[in-house]
């Protein structure tokens, strides 16, 4: 094997032009396709990155009434009771499959959420009401002050936080902490600033995306949800977000726990109006959705670039058939010294896979960098694909293969009287 190897360099250093234009064909194929399926991959992790973030990976779970968001303030029948998530069932959210952090939250918008700050209103923004799980699970940072302790919540002491956008919203130029914010008529002490480790620009493919980015861009008030009765004086429901531990494990494990959410809906919600449910936002979804979209239309240029791979095989089919016809003496001498046609097949046959290996390697190189100046004109993102090379270097030694197999077959079957009187 390893002499046939080194003859087959000899034989492609002895002749580098033929060789090179034999090549040529699988060279220009396998870079296509390098090219096209780094754009692919590229293409496809910018979506997710864009719809969820990178390294976010956290999934809403809202409550439900219907097709729209429940609201204690919209939907007063008495026959519908407001589930209470318990922290029994957030141990139970917590031991569920990939999630790593978890959090229960009440939320107030800007229509209701009646906060003020001397005579100006947080018009515009978001109230939450949070456990002390929400800074981790939602990858915010303390920027000034402190964040929420543990005695903020036994003693329900009536402190705040706002992050970086509330705080130039409600307080421009002004150092927040210690400002008193009045919410829902009562007075709440800033404590601290907040901020998120990645603040990325989500898509915003419908209304509802683009005001829950504007809502999200004015600010959010933060104050331990143990206080939340203090301000708003009425049972509401809340609401959940999980951190996961993979960008693919979002779908299920968001349904999984909203699963275990519904649990909390009381049995006495038997008025079918109701409809109460937990949801989880599917992100995942349509990410795989925009993916499928790219990847088909890219899978057409995929087939259009194999087609000058079965070029470059007839190539090297044609050249390895004139290989055997220059080299006929030379079959005829080795099998007249006793070389079997299974010696002869397969040196042919390692003569054609290393031609067009050797122009699989070089294709691979070629299609990294062409993958690159893609990225750089056109300015799509583009991510190199390991499989892709591996299988690319594997699929041109099997194009060598089969279409050497005539030449080779056609070597081994030679007669060596006649082999050794040819001209």
């Given amino acids: 094997m390893f002499e046939n190897i ?18 040529l064909g699988i060279i220009i194929g396998i870079a296509s396709i390098i090219a096209i399926v780094s754009t692919i991959k590229g293409t496809s992790e910018q979506i997710k990155e864009d719809l969820i973030g990178s ?24 026959s519908v009771v407001t589930p209470l998530l318990s922290q029994e069932l957030k141990n139970e959210v917590l031991k569920a ?38 800074l981790d699970t939602c990858g915010y940072q ?14 329900f002491r009536k402190v705040a936080l706002v992050d970086s956008y509330a705080a130039d919203t409600i307080f421009p130029g002004e150092n927040p902490v210690g ?39 004015m600010g959010t008030v933060l104050i331990p949800n143990k206080c939340w009765a203090i301000p708003y004086k009425f049972d509401e429901p809340e609401n959940a977000i999980i951190r996961v531990d993979s960008t693919d494990n979002m779908s299920a494990a ?19 109006s109701s409809n109460l449910k937990y949801k989880a936002d599917d992100v995942m979804q349509r990410v795989q959705d925009l993916q499928k979209l790219s990847e088909s239309t890219n899978s057409q240029l995929i087939w259009i670039a194999s087609i000058s791979l079965l070029v470059g095989g007839i190539g090297v089919m044609n050249i390895m058939l004139v290989s055997v016809t220059e080299r006929t003496k030379e079959i005829g001498l080795k099998k007249a010294i006793g070389a079997r046609k299974k010696t002869i097949l397969n040196q042919f046959l390692t003569e054609a896979a290393v031609l067009t290996s050797v122009g699989g390697i070089i294709g691979v190189i070629l299609g990294i960098g062409l993958s690159k100046v893609v990225s750089k004109v056109a300015g799509s993102p583009t ?7 591996v299988g690319s270097v594997v699929f041109s030694m099997l194009i060598g293969i089969i279409f050497g197999l005539l030449p080779s077959v056609k070597a081994a079957n030679l007669n060596p009287i006649d082999a050794l009187r040819s001209e």
């Fill in 383 to 389: 991510a190199i694909s390991v499989p892709a090379i």
């Fill in 55 to 78: 390294g976010n990976n956290t999934v809403n779970i809202t409550l439900s009434q219907g097709d729209s968001a429940y609201s204690a303030d919209y939907y007063s029948d008495s």
């Fill in 6 to 23: 080194r003859l087959a360099f000899q034989g492609i250093w002895s002749h580098k032009m033929r060789s090179f234009l034999t090549m």
């Fill in 254 to 272: 968001g349904s999984a726990v909203a699963k275990i959410l519904n649990k909390s809906i009381s049995s006495t919600n038997t008025n079918s």
């Fill in 179 to 217: 400002k008193i914010l009045e919410i829902g008529s009562e007075p709440f002490t800033v404590v601290g600033v907040i901020r998120q480790a990645s603040d990325s620009l989500p898509n915003m493919d419908s209304p509802n995306e683009f005001y829950n980015y504007y809502e999200s861009i």
């Fill in 142 to 155: 303390v920027r000034s002050g402190r964040g929420f302790v543990q005695q903020d919540y036994d003693d």
């Fill in 97 to 134: 499959d990939h999630v790593v952090n978890a959090t229960f939250f009440y939320s107030r918008t800007d229509y209701n959420s009646n906060v003020y700050y001397e005579n100006s209103s947080f018009s515009g923004g978001k109230v939450y009401g949070v456990d002390k799980n929400y």
